[in-house]
């Protein structure tokens, strides 16, 4: 079997197209312009790149993109100011501080103190909690693009069983709540879970989150599985030039394709998934925030 590839980067500009169709809604019909702020701190040549791209793409919908950045010697107390000036901003309705912070700065403390009225990464222990319980509010960017991802492919993901590989609270934990709210049953599989390879071959959906290059390999997929490769491995390619590097996943892709139904491609897959919903995710933010039900095709 060769899989189907599941283009991430064309379900991306989908969504923002609806996206860019609320916000003209929101201005017309509530005089609403949602504002995105994104903080970076540091030099960091592939967080800088992110976050020009991030603030690309909330102009394009028609959201107001507010950018601070920060010098990498920056007092944790001066971002932690800046923070709070967002906060108290009525023209914000999202707030998202690039990570990782210098080493200096404990992100713990950086989280707390964004409202979670305007987190839109959901990171903030208020937002964890609606998850959890199903309220309204920002879905972690990076599972609520791989859960829309999936229902698009498989439509009812119900009865499923999903095997999650890694638990962090970036992507395994939130993954975790969204598939079980969709009727999945769910594993979360981690560095020590032994003979991973047995519990990835009883999976229907595969979500590879470790952060480790080609680590999944093809003998360890069921046939007609679908694959969530979420791992962005960024590798040196020489064969490009000097100092150039190439992206790729946790999934042994070519391996894998051969044996899956369907598979989401490092780069094209799940990155620009992760971006679209961040828009997605200020959209109910600037919602919630003026009395407003968030569009349903956006939320989980
Ligand atoms: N507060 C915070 N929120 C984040 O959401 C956040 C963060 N910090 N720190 C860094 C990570 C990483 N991240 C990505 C977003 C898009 C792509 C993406 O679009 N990737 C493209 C490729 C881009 C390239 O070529 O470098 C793709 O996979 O096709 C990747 C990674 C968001 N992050």
Redesign the pocket.
């Known amino acids: 079997m060769t899989a189907k590839i599941i283009d ?2 064309r379900f991306a500009e989908d969504l923002r197209g609806r996206i860019a169709d609320h916000v003209s809604r929101l201005k017309s019909e509530h005089g609403i312009i949602p504002g995105l702020a994104v903080v970076i701190v540091g030099e960091d040549p ?2 800088q ?2 976050v020009s ?1 991030k603030a690309k793409h909330t102009a394009a919908v028609g959201m107001n993109s507010f950018k601070h950045e920060l010098p990498a010697d920056t007092p944790e107390a001066d971002l932690l100011a800046l923070v709070h000036q967002l906060n108290a901003d009525p023209t914000v309705h999202g707030i ?4 990782p912070v210098p080493k200096h700065i404990d992100p713990n403390n950086v989280i707390e103190a964004i409202d979670p009225a305007k987190d839109v ?1 959901c ?1 903030t222990p208020a937002n964890v909690g609606k998850v959890q319980i199903g309220l309204p509010g920002p879905v972690s ?2 599972p609520l693009g791989c859960l829309m991802l999936l229902r698009d492919e498989l439509g009812s993901l119900e009865g499923k069983h999903a095997v999650i590989i890694g638990r962090s609270n970036l992507v395994g934990k939130p993954m975790m709540q969204l598939l079980l709210r969709d009727n999945c049953t769910v594993t979360v599989a981690h560095s020590r879970t032994k003979n991973l390879d047995e519990v990835v071959r009883q999976a229907d959906i595969v979500v590879a989150a470790v952060g480790r290059p080609n680590m999944v390999k093809g003998d360890w997929i069921k046939p007609g599985a679908t694959i969530i490769d979420v791992g ?1 491995n960024r590798m040196p390619a020489p064969e490009k030039g000097e100092g150039k590097t190439r ?1 790729i996943g946790d999934v042994d892709f070519a391996a894998a394709s051969e044996v899956a139904a369907a598979i989401t491609p ?7 998934m ?2 679209a919903c ?1 828009l997605a995710n200020t959209i109910t933010t600037a919602s919630l925030m003026n009395g407003l039900t968030p569009p349903v095709d956006l939320t989980a």
């Open positions: 991430g980067k592939a967080s790149v992110y791209s998202l501080v690039q990570m990464d990171f960017c990076t962005i992206l490092v780069p094209g897959g799940v990155g620009p992760t971006i961040l």
